[in-house]
């Protein structure tokens, strides 16, 4: 492993190669120049010599058509510095900005995205990068997998929830009416490049938004990862430097060893990453989007957590104990706006988790031991729902 990158996702028949560094927007032209020296053809000819190898990398790098897609408000921020790293690296630029917010996950704008990509010419060499966070790294990698049947996907996060989630595992999707994130395929990034610096940009929200991912981690992992976040809470709300790196390689340690396990969500090892997303998911679209992805997983890890104790399965001191840390990190733990249950549970109906007709929920039995069950009534999931709605979250 060389010093640019912290350690590489092995998916098998490709990776994805991820640094957690500060000023990495900076060295966005240097990583993809890196990235682009590596090959995962399996007819690469291992021989080639040096000469040849940096021959090969000068020719697919200069002058290389590269689409930064971004949103208006981070394109403002730190467009730039990415755009002209890149360009000092020789690659040729065009940039590509999208209203920030959920809206913007469409097929809609993904056919707009499609049209200027045809526009300006890009071919199968092209190279998609994603600059934002999760709404942003969805749509571009959802372009750059369905064009010209794919092309090679970057990522620079700029927000805590997709440095420490969506950034990793190439669940690349746009939103539908019916439901979130249901048309999508999997597509890896070549690379992840991780600035914790993007950090001190975000509203407190949005860095208490994207902590919830992190407990979800912490929460079907590993006590030891639970005790983490409980004894630093302070330094991770205040985004002290050290321990917010060292926040975000543990959880993408975390979810990159399941998603290494189980890359396509074939074996029932990555469907645990969705605890809390089922019942979350059915809130967001529920309140329109209103609330942040982050939140609404906050309430749907409530949820479940109850569930799982209606069902028998977990102590409710663990409910007790992660509804006291979700507080502490300023996460909802209760739904300040009605939503109409039935409606709820007809977006619920609509998981893309369902297999052979029945609806399968993520649930806990203990700190790091996550189960999947596919035998609950629509009643338990009724009444865990219903307890989040005006009442007290213990």
Same mark, same amino acid.
């Given at each position: 492993?060389?010093?640019?990158?912290?350690?590489?996702?092995?998916?098998?028949?490709?990776?994805?190669?991820?640094?957690?560094?500060?000023?990495?927007?900076?060295?966005?032209?240097?990583?993809?120049?890196?990235?682009?020296?590596?090959?995962?053809?399996?007819?690469?000819?291992?021989?080639?010599?040096?000469?040849? /190898?940096?021959?090969?990398?000068?020719?697919?790098?200069?002058?290389? @058509?590269?689409?930064?897609?971004?949103?208006?408000?981070?394109?403002?921020?730190?467009?730039?510095?990415?755009?002209?790293?890149?360009?000092?690296?020789?690659?040729?630029?065009?940039?590509?900005?999208?209203?920030?917010?959920?809206?913007?996950?469409?097929?809609?704008?993904?056919?707009?995205?499609?049209?200027?990509?045809?526009? *300006?010419?890009?071919?199968?060499?092209?190279?998609?990068?994603?600059?934002?966070?999760?709404?942003?790294? #969805?749509?571009?990698?959802?372009?750059?997998?369905?064009?010209?049947?794919?092309?090679?996907?970057?990522?620079?996060?700029?927000?805590?929830?997709?440095?420490?989630?969506?950034?990793?595992?190439?669940?690349?999707?746009?939103?539908?009416?019916?439901?979130?994130?249901? @048309?999508?395929?999997?597509?890896?990034?070549?690379?992840?490049?991780?600035?914790?610096?993007?950090?001190? =940009?975000?509203?407190?929200?949005?860095?208490?938004?994207?902590?919830?991912?992190?407990? *979800?981690?912490?929460?079907?992992?590993?006590?030891?990862?639970? %005790?983490?976040?409980?004894?630093?809470?302070?330094?991770?709300?205040?985004?002290?430097?050290?321990?917010?790196?060292?926040?975000?390689? /543990?959880?993408?340690?975390?979810?990159? #060893?399941?998603?290494?396990?189980?890359?396509? !969500?074939?074996?029932?090892? /990555?469907?645990?990453?969705?605890?809390?997303?089922?019942?979350?998911?059915?809130?967001?679209? &529920? @309140?329109?989007?209103?609330?942040?992805?982050?939140?609404? @997983?906050?309430? &749907?890890?409530?949820?479940?957590?109850?569930?799982?104790?209606?069902?028998?399965?977990?102590?409710?001191?663990?409910?007790?104990?992660?509804?006291?840390?979700?507080?502490?990190?300023?996460?909802?733990?209760?739904?300040? !706006?009605?939503?109409? =249950?039935?409606?709820?549970?007809? =977006?619920?109906?609509?998981?893309?988790?369902?297999?052979?007709?029945?609806?399968?929920?993520?649930?806990?039995?203990?700190?790091?031991?996550?189960?999947?069950?596919?035998?609950? &009534? !629509?009643?338990?999931? %009724?009444?865990?729902?219903?307890?989040?709605?005006?009442?007290?979250?213990?």
């Amino acid at each position: 492993m060389d010093a640019m990158f912290d350690f590489d996702l092995d998916y098998g028949i490709s990776r994805t190669r991820v640094t957690v560094r500060l000023n990495a927007l900076d060295d966005g032209g240097r990583i993809l120049r890196e990235v682009s020296a590596k090959t995962d053809d399996p007819l690469a000819d291992p021989a080639a010599g040096t000469d040849t /190898r940096l021959a090969e990398v000068e020719a697919k790098c200069d002058g290389r @058509v590269t689409v930064v897609v971004t949103d208006d408000r981070v394109g403002d921020l730190y467009g730039s510095r990415l755009v002209g790293s890149l360009k000092g690296a020789g690659f040729s630029v065009e940039e590509y900005r999208i209203r920030p917010g959920e809206a913007s996950k469409s097929l809609a704008v993904a056919e707009d995205i499609y049209r200027f990509l045809a526009a *300006k010419n890009v071919g199968r060499d092209g190279c998609i990068l994603a600059l934002g966070g999760g709404v942003v790294s #969805d749509l571009a990698g959802f372009v750059a997998a369905t064009w010209m049947r794919g092309v090679d996907f970057g990522v620079f996060p700029t927000t805590l929830e997709a440095d420490v989630d969506a950034s990793i595992g190439g669940k690349t999707a746009v939103n539908t009416s019916a439901a979130k994130n249901l @048309v999508g395929v999997f597509h890896q990034p070549r690379f992840v490049a991780i600035d914790p610096g993007c950090l001190t =940009t975000l509203e407190a929200r949005d860095v208490r938004a994207g902590l919830a991912e992190s407990v *979800k981690h912490a929460l079907i992992s590993s006590e030891e990862l639970l %005790r983490f976040h409980e004894a630093n809470v302070d330094a991770i709300l205040a985004l002290d430097a050290s321990v917010a790196r060292e926040l975000i390689l /543990r959880n993408l340690r975390v979810k990159g #060893d399941i998603i290494e396990a189980d890359t396509l !969500e074939q074996r029932d090892k /990555r469907i645990l990453l969705n605890f809390g997303h089922t019942i979350g998911h059915a809130i967001e679209s &529920g @309140v329109g989007y209103t609330l942040r992805h982050g939140e609404c @997983v906050a309430l &749907g890890m409530v949820a479940a957590c109850r569930l799982s104790v209606t069902m028998g399965l977990l102590d409710h001191s663990v409910v007790e104990r992660m509804t006291a840390l979700l507080v502490r990190l300023g996460l909802p733990t209760q739904l300040e !706006e009605r939503i109409d =249950t039935d409606t709820l549970l007809a =977006t619920i109906r609509n998981d893309k988790k369902r297999r052979d007709g029945r609806l399968r929920f993520v649930l806990l039995e203990a700190v790091g031991r996550p189960v999947v069950r596919d035998d609950v &009534g !629509e009643s338990p999931v %009724r009444s865990a729902f219903e307890s989040l709605v005006g009442l007290n979250a213990s």
